[in-house]
């Protein structure tokens, strides 16, 4: 067998790519071995095109390296994890559908939806159809506090907000604008008012603001000379890579530097090959730290170079833990109807982690922190 063949994995198209809803259109098999026991089928939701594939591409690889490690280790109560990947859309509608698919494709559990309006429809529909699902980075705190069937590793996308606004104070920033992404709502305004709240309150002023949906046509020039007016010191942009590259090249054309803050969602390294020398300077929110000598982080992140030829992000790293979790709650779990896996997933004692701590609350949630980062000389660089 080839190197990767402890993996099973079928790979449907997205929503928006089938004819007659979710029919079969493609299916890829990744090393099917023989003489393996009925296979556990996990689903894996994440968005695999449009301007945040990259998200989505990043995650999809993590719970697939997982997945290859855990079957090469004997797989989940003696048989092997089939992934059935679904293209999400990256919108709230088309992972829905594709939440739909993969339950009626006979899956026990989700992992994945890698953007907070993912999880508008979605962690409804999970909790209407008992199927856990335990997302890596769906942030927006709307799901916080809810007994449902939502799951996630990361913290609240507010709390990153007070962090970039505390350290702007901290480099005495006292004006501050910000620009917040529409169609991703439910994380991108959240986390903007909390750095207004948090920025107020430590002394600073708000100059202005501007809401703006993401588009091949969206006018970036615009929002960048909106955002300089009142003469801000710092500007938050609570959006996507692709968003935040547009926005910097127009302040670079504009003659401008000021001090650009963006959130763990735009903290991609295409947004350094998108934004070039433009984006020199940000700072960013930054997750699991990749130089962290955690022995979990250190061989997570040789096996995924050697994998897949380049280093995991945010993304890959989150994706990764994600679906360990859940293969921890379905070793532990009565059966693998929904509700034994809902339990065991809350009742893990020490969940999977590359590094720190990290533990659910009594709602699926946690409050693990988050870091931050620098893009210097064309890299990511952490703050300590």
């Known amino acids: 067998m080839g190197k990767h063949d402890s993996l099973r994995a079928r790979v449907f198209p997205g929503p928006r790519q089938t004819c007659r809803g979710c029919g079969l259109l493609l299916v890829a098999t990744l090393g099917i071995a023989a003489c393996v026991r009925e296979p556990i089928l996990v689903g894996v939701p994440v968005g695999l095109t449009g301007l945040g594939a990259r998200v989505g591409v990043m995650g999809r690889n993590g719970i697939e390296l997982a997945a290859e490690e855990i079957n090469a280790s004997g797989g989940v109560r003696g048989r092997p ?9 990256d919108s709230p509608e088309t992972a829905l559908e594709a939440d739909r698919f993969l339950a009626d494709s006979g899956v026990v559990c989700l992992v994945g939806h890698m953007s907070s309006k993912t999880g508008v429809l979605t962690a409804a529909f999970a909790t209407e159809r008992e199927l856990p699902l335990l997302s890596p980075t769906v942030s927006a705190p709307e799901h916080s506090g809810k007994d449902d069937y939502f799951f996630r590793i990361v913290a609240s996308s507010d709390l990153q907000g007070r962090d970039l606004a505390a350290y702007a104070l901290s480099r005495g920033a006292r004006k501050a604008a910000l620009a917040w992404e529409l169609t ?80 763990l969602w735009g903290r991609t390294d295409d947004l350094i090959t998108l934004g070039g020398a433009s984006v020199e300077g940000v700072v960013a929110i930054s997750g699991i730290d990749p ?68 533990r659910l609350d009594a709602f699926g949630d946690c409050d693990r922190p988050y870091g931050l980062s620098v893009i210097r000389d064309g890299a990511f660089e952490t703050l300590r």
């Open 81 to 89: 994890l089939e992934l059935v990947v679904a293209d999400d859309g």
């Open 184 to 263: 991703n709502a439910s994380y991108s305004i959240p986390m903007k008012e909390r750095f207004a709240e948090t920025f107020l309150a430590g002394g600073g002023e708000i100059t202005g603001g501007i809401g703006f949906p993401t588009g091949a046509d969206t006018d970036y020039a615009s929002i960048a000379r909106t955002l300089l007016e009142g003469g801000p010191d710092a500007i938050l942009v609570s959006a996507s890579s692709w968003d935040v590259a547009n926005v910097c090249q127009n302040f670079a054309l504009l003659g401008a530097r000021p001090l650009v803050l963006l959130p």
């Open 291 to 358: 130089d962290d000598p955690s022995e979990n982080n250190l061989a997570f992140r040789s096996a995924y170079l050697a994998r897949y030829g380049e280093e995991a992000d945010f993304g890959a790293d989150y994706g990764y833990e994600a679906m360990r979790i859940m293969a921890q709650a379905l070793e532990r779990a009565r059966s693998l109807a929904g509700p034994d896996i809902k339990q065991a997933l809350l009742s893990l004692e020490e969940p999977f982690r590359l590094q720190g701590e990290l």
